[in-house]
């Protein structure tokens, strides 16, 4: 099991990382004898790494209140912060085929929730989004306006439910409520993402894109809203917000807010990685007609291999696992 801290994080800027293990083994040894518990013994493991069962059970543990959201966030950034690694050795063909071995080993640091790899590889499958030539789905000073592309927002009441409650049910309410738009409205495409409001609760936010269906823009109060509003709030138990998009790009920014890496991140982006990673949800979500609008499905279903960047492998290279720290937390 390889964990540890590094005391050089431009090693790791912005990268997914791979480096030589005989370079990092003396850095993380003399960073694990300076880590510092910030919390009870009950949350780390034997080999004092924070880890997500044992914050479900401390977080979660009480059916009478809501989970702490600032020791949360805390403890999260503590999760996230210890880094970890996959060790692997690899050896090329070529010295192979002269009948010598070359191994190195290399360690690969691993993607955590809101670490710089996960900022790295998330923004590998949305750029796509912004690459996208951008189109104007309608002219503002027109008499009739009308538009296939939504975005929306789905809030939960804080009188409704708690906050455990709605996040553990946040899946569940949305493919309920998708079902139901379909039915009436045919075929849609959607990006949806995550976001926690200040008080905890989530909220849904979508980028739909209709196949069958066009809605008549009328503006107020400087916002583009759709005269059909009603039927996106029938199946929905709390405020729904809908508006058209003018341009797909102003669209794809609202539904990717939280998903990219600020300089400084915000409070809300904090606790929306730590709510999700607590209740085990996925940051985003897109439906497989948004993937072939966007491209990203392999071209002809091409089989292809990729290494731990997420790169297709062009050279002749052997890797063997040894050890590795990346577990189900």
Known sequence: MISGILGDSSLFEGVDSIVNWNYLIPQIELKKSVIEKQFPEELYDSQNRPRLNYARSYFLGYSDRDPDLEGLKEYYDEWRDFDEYIVIQKQTDNLRIEGETDKVTIAVKCSKRGNPVYWSRV?????????LKEQTLFDPHSS????????????????????????????????????????????????????????????IHILMIFHD??????????????????????????FVDVQAIRRFREGVRYVTKYLTKARNESQTQVLTLALSWLFRKRSFAISGDMYELIQISIKHRKMIQIDLNGEEIVSNEVGCLLESSLLRN
Not at 123 to 131: A, H, Q, S, V
Not at 159 to 172: P, Q
């Open 123 to 131: 923004w590998k499958r949305i750029k796509k989004l912004y690459d």
């Open 144 to 203: 009739i306006k009308s538009s296939n592309v939504l975005f929306a927002t789905l809030t939960y009441d804080t009188k409704r439910s708690t906050i455990t409650e709605a996040w553990e049910t946040e899946g569940r309410d949305f493919n309920k409520w998708i079902r139901n738009i379909r039915k009436k409205l045919g075929k849609i495409a959607y990006f949806r993402s995550l976001e926690a409001s200040k008080r905890g609760y989530p909220h």
């Open 213 to 238: 269906y066009e809605f008549k823009v009328v503006n107020i109060r400087g916002k583009y809203r759709i005269l059909e509003k009603e039927e996106f709030e029938k199946s929905w138990h709390s």
